[in-house]
């Protein structure tokens, strides 16, 4: 059996995973990024969505927003813009946050406007999807021991 990946999960403002993993997939700029123990070198730019990180028969759904994401010698870690874990995404803030985008992209007057209210309102369905998706999963989470115990 393969050995294991050890994933650091970080934002300026926090660390959200540190710990052991069979496999992680991520959103990638160019699709999906599967990373299996062993994997070739890789620097990657993420893309909004989720980042899954699984251990045996559990699972840790986490939210990013973009960043990078760099593999090297079974160490993965994802530098994250703005991340967050599935059950922590406020679903009806994310709505709201769409319906404006949507809103505003309607009456946006320049491309450049356009473009960045386009960012928003992928970031914020895919706030949703990840949600949705780790709700409809009812998959055992990855526990985690801190640094107290």
């Avoid at 993420?46 to 760099?70: K, Q, T």
């Avoid at 709201?96 to 473009?115: G, N, V, Y």
């Amino acid at each position: 059996m393969a050995g294991k990946l050890h994933v650091e999960v970080v934002t300026a403002e926090r660390a959200l995973y540190s710990g052991e993993a069979d496999q992680v997939n991520a959103p990638g700029t160019e699709g999906r990024l599967g990373i299996l123990p062993r994997h070739a070198p890789l620097l990657a730019v993420l893309a909004p969505g989720e980042l899954l990180i699984r251990l045996g028969d559990a699972e840790e759904p986490i939210f990013v927003s973009g960043g990078f994401l760099e593999v090297f010698e079974d160490q993965v870690t994802v530098l994250a813009d703005a991340a967050e874990h599935a059950e922590e995404i406020d679903e009806a803030r994310a709505q709201e946050a769409r319906r404006r985008a949507l809103e505003r992209l309607e009456q946006a007057q320049t491309d450049a406007e356009r473009a960045e209210l386009q960012a928003t309102l992928e970031r914020a369905v895919s706030r949703l999807r990840v949600a949705e998706l780790a709700r409809r999963r009812h998959t055992r989470r990855i526990r985690q021991s801190t640094e107290e115990e």
